[in-house]
Protein backbone atom coordinates (compact mmCIF):
# COMPACT_ATOMS: atom_id res chain seq x y z
CA UNK A 1 0.00 0.00 0.00
CA UNK A 2 2.95 2.21 0.89
CA UNK A 3 4.41 2.16 -2.48
CA UNK A 4 1.42 2.46 -4.16
CA UNK A 5 1.07 5.74 -2.69
CA UNK A 6 4.71 6.30 -3.29
CA UNK A 7 4.08 5.61 -6.93
CA UNK A 8 0.63 7.50 -7.54
CA UNK A 9 1.97 10.30 -5.72
CA UNK A 10 5.30 10.43 -8.05
CA UNK A 11 2.61 10.53 -11.12
CA UNK A 12 0.77 12.71 -10.46
CA UNK A 13 3.08 15.04 -8.50
CA UNK A 14 1.67 15.34 -5.46
CA UNK A 15 1.87 14.37 -2.05
CA UNK A 16 1.37 10.87 -0.34
CA UNK A 17 -0.87 12.29 1.89
CA UNK A 18 -3.05 14.06 -1.13
CA UNK A 19 -3.19 10.75 -2.70
CA UNK A 20 -4.54 9.44 0.83
CA UNK A 21 -7.11 11.98 0.86
CA UNK A 22 -8.26 11.13 -2.81
CA UNK A 23 -8.94 7.41 -2.25
CA UNK A 24 -10.62 7.85 0.75
CA UNK A 25 -13.30 10.30 -0.30
CA UNK A 26 -12.13 13.31 1.84
CA UNK A 27 -12.56 16.80 1.00
CA UNK A 28 -9.67 19.45 1.03
CA UNK A 29 -8.71 18.39 -2.85
CA UNK A 30 -9.07 20.77 -6.07
CA UNK A 31 -11.14 18.69 -8.67
CA UNK A 32 -7.74 19.08 -10.90
CA UNK A 33 -5.68 17.53 -8.35
CA UNK A 34 -8.30 14.31 -7.59
CA UNK A 35 -8.77 13.94 -11.45
CA UNK A 36 -4.81 13.78 -11.58
CA UNK A 37 -4.32 10.92 -8.69
CA UNK A 38 -7.02 9.01 -10.75
CA UNK A 39 -5.59 9.57 -13.77
CA UNK A 40 -2.24 8.41 -12.66
CA UNK A 41 -3.65 5.28 -10.05
CA UNK A 42 -5.39 4.42 -14.39
CA UNK A 43 -2.01 4.23 -16.32
CA UNK A 44 -0.48 2.59 -13.37
CA UNK A 45 -2.65 -0.10 -13.54
CA UNK A 46 -3.98 0.16 -9.92
CA UNK A 47 -8.00 -0.48 -9.60
CA UNK A 48 -9.33 2.55 -8.12
CA UNK A 49 -11.23 1.59 -4.80
CA UNK A 50 -14.63 1.14 -5.18
CA UNK A 51 -16.28 3.89 -4.02
CA UNK A 52 -15.01 5.77 -6.84
CA UNK A 53 -15.49 3.14 -9.71
CA UNK A 54 -18.59 4.87 -10.89
CA UNK A 55 -16.31 7.64 -12.17
CA UNK A 56 -14.56 7.53 -15.54
CA UNK A 57 -10.60 8.26 -16.00
CA UNK A 58 -9.47 10.76 -18.36
CA UNK A 59 -8.08 7.68 -20.51
CA UNK A 60 -9.39 7.15 -23.62
CA UNK A 61 -8.49 3.78 -25.71
CA UNK A 62 -7.11 3.93 -29.47
CA UNK A 63 -6.84 0.09 -30.45
CA UNK A 64 -6.01 -0.97 -33.67
CA UNK A 65 -5.36 -3.78 -35.32
CA UNK A 66 -1.73 -4.34 -36.03
CA UNK A 67 1.49 -1.90 -36.06
CA UNK A 68 3.00 -3.16 -39.02
CA UNK A 69 1.29 -1.31 -41.80
CA UNK A 70 2.79 2.02 -41.32
CA UNK A 71 -0.94 4.02 -41.96
CA UNK A 72 -2.14 2.67 -38.59
CA UNK A 73 1.07 4.00 -36.66
CA UNK A 74 0.61 7.33 -38.30
CA UNK A 75 -3.17 7.37 -37.14
CA UNK A 76 -1.76 6.27 -33.78
CA UNK A 77 0.31 9.94 -34.21
CA UNK A 78 -2.33 11.82 -34.83
CA UNK A 79 -4.68 10.68 -32.17
CA UNK A 80 -2.60 10.34 -29.61
CA UNK A 81 -1.19 14.12 -29.96
CA UNK A 82 -4.86 14.97 -30.26
CA UNK A 83 -6.02 13.45 -27.26
CA UNK A 84 -3.32 14.77 -25.08
CA UNK A 85 -3.64 18.46 -26.39
CA UNK A 86 -7.88 18.16 -25.03
CA UNK A 87 -6.52 16.76 -21.63
CA UNK A 88 -6.72 13.01 -22.28
CA UNK A 89 -4.11 10.47 -21.43
CA UNK A 90 -4.58 7.75 -25.07
CA UNK A 91 -4.19 4.26 -23.98
CA UNK A 92 -3.16 2.29 -27.67
CA UNK A 93 -4.38 -1.28 -27.31
CA UNK A 94 -2.63 -2.92 -30.71
CA UNK A 95 -3.59 -6.74 -31.62
CA UNK A 96 -1.27 -9.01 -32.33
CA UNK A 97 -1.46 -12.44 -33.85
CA UNK A 98 -2.25 -14.81 -31.02
CA UNK A 99 -2.04 -12.45 -28.90
CA UNK A 100 -4.93 -9.89 -27.00
CA UNK A 101 -8.09 -9.79 -28.94
CA UNK A 102 -10.37 -6.78 -29.73
CA UNK A 103 -13.05 -7.84 -27.44
CA UNK A 104 -10.07 -8.60 -24.32
CA UNK A 105 -9.19 -5.02 -25.22
CA UNK A 106 -12.48 -3.67 -24.50
CA UNK A 107 -12.79 -5.65 -21.18
CA UNK A 108 -9.55 -4.20 -20.03
CA UNK A 109 -10.41 -0.55 -20.90
CA UNK A 110 -13.98 -0.62 -18.88
CA UNK A 111 -12.42 -2.48 -15.69
CA UNK A 112 -9.77 0.71 -16.13
CA UNK A 113 -13.12 3.06 -17.02
CA UNK A 114 -12.00 4.54 -19.81
CA UNK A 115 -13.54 8.03 -20.79
CA UNK A 116 -13.81 6.87 -24.40
CA UNK A 117 -12.93 4.04 -27.22
CA UNK A 118 -11.58 4.78 -30.65
CA UNK A 119 -11.63 2.12 -33.24
CA UNK A 120 -9.37 1.63 -36.29
CA UNK A 121 -9.76 -1.38 -38.46
CA UNK A 122 -11.51 -3.71 -36.22
CA UNK A 123 -14.08 -6.52 -36.15
CA UNK A 124 -16.93 -3.71 -37.21
CA UNK A 125 -15.84 -3.74 -40.55
CA UNK A 126 -16.30 -7.22 -41.27
CA UNK A 127 -19.37 -8.54 -41.90
CA UNK A 128 -19.33 -11.84 -40.94
CA UNK A 129 -17.16 -11.16 -37.34
CA UNK A 130 -18.22 -10.78 -33.52
CA UNK A 131 -19.54 -7.68 -32.50
CA UNK A 132 -21.26 -8.49 -28.98
CA UNK A 133 -17.95 -6.35 -27.54
CA UNK A 134 -19.27 -3.16 -29.03
CA UNK A 135 -22.82 -3.95 -28.10
CA UNK A 136 -21.20 -3.84 -24.27
CA UNK A 137 -20.06 -0.09 -25.00
CA UNK A 138 -22.95 1.13 -26.23
CA UNK A 139 -25.25 -0.94 -23.52
CA UNK A 140 -22.96 0.96 -20.85
CA UNK A 141 -23.28 4.53 -22.67
CA UNK A 142 -19.53 4.62 -23.49
CA UNK A 143 -18.50 6.98 -26.24
CA UNK A 144 -17.03 5.41 -29.18
CA UNK A 145 -15.74 6.69 -32.50
CA UNK A 146 -15.21 4.03 -35.68
CA UNK A 147 -12.27 4.93 -38.38
CA UNK A 148 -13.31 3.29 -41.93
CA UNK A 149 -16.39 1.56 -42.83
CA UNK A 150 -18.39 -0.51 -40.62
CA UNK A 151 -21.54 -2.80 -40.17
CA UNK A 152 -24.74 -0.37 -40.29
CA UNK A 153 -26.14 -1.71 -37.51
CA UNK A 154 -23.33 -0.95 -34.40
CA UNK A 155 -25.19 2.78 -34.89
CA UNK A 156 -21.49 4.43 -34.28
CA UNK A 157 -20.47 7.68 -35.24
CA UNK A 158 -17.95 7.27 -38.17
CA UNK A 159 -15.32 8.89 -39.96
CA UNK A 160 -14.25 7.33 -43.39
CA UNK A 161 -12.34 7.77 -46.31
CA UNK A 162 -14.84 7.69 -49.30
CA UNK A 163 -13.48 4.18 -50.96
CA UNK A 164 -15.82 5.08 -54.05
CA UNK A 165 -13.86 8.21 -54.66
CA UNK A 166 -10.61 5.92 -54.15
CA UNK A 167 -11.27 3.56 -56.99
CA UNK A 168 -12.73 6.25 -59.17
CA UNK A 169 -9.59 8.06 -59.27
CA UNK A 170 -7.29 4.94 -59.51
CA UNK A 171 -8.98 3.75 -62.37
CA UNK A 172 -9.49 6.72 -63.84
CA UNK A 173 -5.66 7.26 -64.37
CA UNK A 174 -5.07 3.85 -65.67
CA UNK A 175 -7.79 3.97 -68.11
CA UNK A 176 -5.73 7.38 -69.06
CA UNK A 177 -2.87 5.42 -69.72
CA UNK A 178 -4.58 3.07 -71.76
CA UNK A 179 -4.85 0.59 -69.99
CA UNK A 180 -7.89 -1.89 -70.45
CA UNK A 181 -7.68 -4.79 -68.42
CA UNK A 182 -7.46 -3.40 -64.86
CA UNK A 183 -8.04 -5.69 -61.80
CA UNK A 184 -8.83 -5.45 -58.33
CA UNK A 185 -6.92 -7.19 -54.86
CA UNK A 186 -9.33 -6.67 -52.34
CA UNK A 187 -9.39 -7.65 -48.71
CA UNK A 188 -12.17 -10.60 -47.59
CA UNK A 189 -15.04 -10.80 -48.92
CA UNK A 190 -16.99 -9.77 -45.42
CA UNK A 191 -14.75 -6.75 -45.23
CA UNK A 192 -17.22 -3.45 -45.58
CA UNK A 193 -14.26 -1.07 -47.15
CA UNK A 194 -13.65 -3.69 -49.60
CA UNK A 195 -17.25 -4.29 -50.46
CA UNK A 196 -17.33 -0.54 -51.45
CA UNK A 197 -14.57 -0.83 -53.15
CA UNK A 198 -15.85 -3.28 -55.46
CA UNK A 199 -19.08 -2.10 -55.58
CA UNK A 200 -17.61 1.19 -57.41
CA UNK A 201 -15.74 -0.35 -59.58
CA UNK A 202 -18.41 -2.26 -60.75
CA UNK A 203 -20.09 0.64 -61.29
CA UNK A 204 -17.75 2.26 -63.15
CA UNK A 205 -15.94 -0.31 -65.07
CA UNK A 206 -19.49 -1.47 -66.32
CA UNK A 207 -19.09 -5.24 -64.59
CA UNK A 208 -21.68 -7.85 -64.36
CA UNK A 209 -21.85 -10.61 -62.05
CA UNK A 210 -19.74 -12.73 -62.23
CA UNK A 211 -17.09 -10.85 -64.64
CA UNK A 212 -15.08 -8.82 -62.09
CA UNK A 213 -11.68 -8.81 -62.08
CA UNK A 214 -10.78 -9.28 -59.08
CA UNK A 215 -9.23 -11.39 -56.30
CA UNK A 216 -9.18 -11.23 -52.34
CA UNK A 217 -6.44 -11.96 -49.90
CA UNK A 218 -5.51 -11.13 -45.75
CA UNK A 219 -4.16 -7.42 -45.97
CA UNK A 220 -0.41 -8.76 -46.17
CA UNK A 221 2.36 -8.85 -48.80
CA UNK A 222 2.11 -12.44 -48.89
CA UNK A 223 -1.45 -12.88 -49.27
CA UNK A 224 -1.52 -10.02 -51.86
CA UNK A 225 1.57 -11.73 -53.63
CA UNK A 226 -0.49 -14.76 -54.29
CA UNK A 227 -4.13 -12.81 -55.45
CA UNK A 228 -2.65 -10.25 -57.96
CA UNK A 229 -0.39 -13.75 -59.39
CA UNK A 230 -3.74 -14.70 -60.53
CA UNK A 231 -5.00 -11.42 -61.63
CA UNK A 232 -1.73 -10.65 -63.66
CA UNK A 233 -1.82 -14.86 -65.49
CA UNK A 234 -5.64 -13.74 -66.63
CA UNK A 235 -3.73 -10.85 -68.57
CA UNK A 236 -4.40 -7.69 -66.32
CA UNK A 237 -2.09 -4.57 -66.61
CA UNK A 238 -3.60 -2.47 -64.16
CA UNK A 239 -4.01 -3.58 -60.95
CA UNK A 240 -5.92 -1.41 -57.82
CA UNK A 241 -4.59 -2.70 -54.42
CA UNK A 242 -6.45 -2.15 -51.13
CA UNK A 243 -3.71 -1.04 -49.23
CA UNK A 244 0.22 -0.02 -50.15
CA UNK A 245 1.20 -3.42 -48.11
CA UNK A 246 -1.14 -5.01 -50.70
CA UNK A 247 0.37 -2.66 -53.46
CA UNK A 248 4.10 -4.30 -52.58
CA UNK A 249 3.07 -7.60 -52.65
CA UNK A 250 1.97 -7.04 -56.55
CA UNK A 251 4.86 -5.94 -57.22
CA UNK A 252 6.46 -9.01 -56.16
CA UNK A 253 4.09 -11.03 -58.01
CA UNK A 254 4.71 -9.44 -60.70
CA UNK A 255 8.63 -9.29 -60.62
CA UNK A 256 8.53 -12.95 -59.80
CA UNK A 257 6.29 -13.61 -62.48
CA UNK A 258 8.61 -11.79 -65.05
CA UNK A 259 6.91 -8.97 -65.36
CA UNK A 260 8.26 -5.46 -64.99
CA UNK A 261 6.55 -2.64 -63.22
CA UNK A 262 5.44 -0.32 -64.84
CA UNK A 263 6.59 -1.19 -68.28
CA UNK A 264 4.33 -4.71 -68.03
CA UNK A 265 2.08 -3.64 -65.04
CA UNK A 266 0.72 -0.77 -63.22
CA UNK A 267 -0.04 -0.91 -59.79
CA UNK A 268 -1.70 1.57 -57.22
CA UNK A 269 -1.94 1.43 -54.19
CA UNK A 270 -4.42 2.71 -51.60
CA UNK A 271 -3.12 4.98 -47.89
CA UNK A 272 -0.13 7.00 -49.01
CA UNK A 273 1.56 5.87 -45.71
CA UNK A 274 5.55 6.35 -44.46
CA UNK A 275 8.49 5.40 -46.97
CA UNK A 276 6.25 5.02 -49.75
CA UNK A 277 8.51 7.22 -51.87
CA UNK A 278 11.18 5.22 -50.97
CA UNK A 279 10.04 1.98 -53.08
CA UNK A 280 11.24 0.71 -56.14
CA UNK A 281 9.77 1.96 -58.06
CA UNK A 282 8.21 4.44 -55.65
CA UNK A 283 4.35 3.58 -55.44
CA UNK A 284 1.71 5.63 -57.04
CA UNK A 285 -1.40 5.40 -53.93
CA UNK A 286 -4.39 6.79 -53.26
CA UNK A 287 -3.95 8.66 -50.36
CA UNK A 288 -6.09 8.66 -47.04
CA UNK A 289 -6.33 11.90 -45.19
CA UNK A 290 -5.19 10.68 -42.12
CA UNK A 291 -4.44 13.88 -40.28
CA UNK A 292 -7.89 15.65 -40.79
CA UNK A 293 -9.50 11.74 -40.13
CA UNK A 294 -7.63 11.24 -36.82
CA UNK A 295 -8.02 15.00 -35.90
CA UNK A 296 -11.81 14.22 -36.47
CA UNK A 297 -12.10 11.15 -34.70
CA UNK A 298 -10.85 12.94 -31.21
CA UNK A 299 -13.52 15.89 -31.82
CA UNK A 300 -16.60 13.70 -32.33
CA UNK A 301 -15.13 11.45 -28.97
CA UNK A 302 -14.63 14.31 -26.90
CA UNK A 303 -18.20 15.83 -28.21
CA UNK A 304 -19.61 13.17 -26.80
CA UNK A 305 -17.73 12.68 -23.82
CA UNK A 306 -18.39 16.48 -22.90
CA UNK A 307 -21.73 15.52 -23.48
CA UNK A 308 -22.39 17.60 -27.11
CA UNK A 309 -24.64 16.17 -29.31
CA UNK A 310 -23.04 13.96 -32.29
CA UNK A 311 -25.17 12.42 -34.75
CA UNK A 312 -24.28 9.02 -35.91
CA UNK A 313 -23.42 9.64 -39.28
CA UNK A 314 -20.74 8.91 -40.96
CA UNK A 315 -17.73 11.33 -41.97
CA UNK A 316 -16.69 10.86 -45.18
CA UNK A 317 -13.36 12.78 -46.41
CA UNK A 318 -11.85 12.93 -50.00
CA UNK A 319 -8.55 10.75 -50.74
CA UNK A 320 -6.69 11.74 -53.24
CA UNK A 321 -4.67 10.17 -56.09
CA UNK A 322 -0.55 10.78 -55.65
CA UNK A 323 1.01 9.86 -59.07
CA UNK A 324 4.51 8.02 -58.56
CA UNK A 325 6.61 5.98 -60.51
CA UNK A 326 4.68 2.30 -60.40
CA UNK A 327 2.56 3.28 -63.23
CA UNK A 328 2.84 4.21 -66.48
CA UNK A 329 1.27 3.85 -70.21
CA UNK A 330 -0.15 0.12 -70.90
CA UNK A 331 2.10 -2.19 -73.26
CA UNK A 332 2.01 -1.21 -76.45
CA UNK A 333 0.89 2.72 -76.34
Not at 28 to 52: F, H, I, M, N, Q
Not at 100 to 108: F, G, H, L, P
Request: proline share 5%; with cysteine.
Amino acid sequence: MTRRLTEVARKAGVSEATVSRVLNGRGGVSESTRVAVLTALDVLGYERPSKLRGERARLVGLVLPELQNPIFPALAEVVTGSLAQRGFIPALCARTIGGISEMDYVEMLLDHQVSGVIFAGGSYALADAQHDHYRRLTDRGLPVVLVNAGVDELGFPCVSSDDAVAVEQAYGHLRSLGHERIGLVLGPADHVPSRRKLAAMANIAGWSEGEECVERSSFSMEGARVAASKLIERGVTGVICASDVMALGTIRAARRLGRSVPADVSVVGYDDSALMTCTDPPLTTVRQPIEMMGQAAVDLLVNQIEGVGVLNDELLFEPELVVRGSTAPAPGH
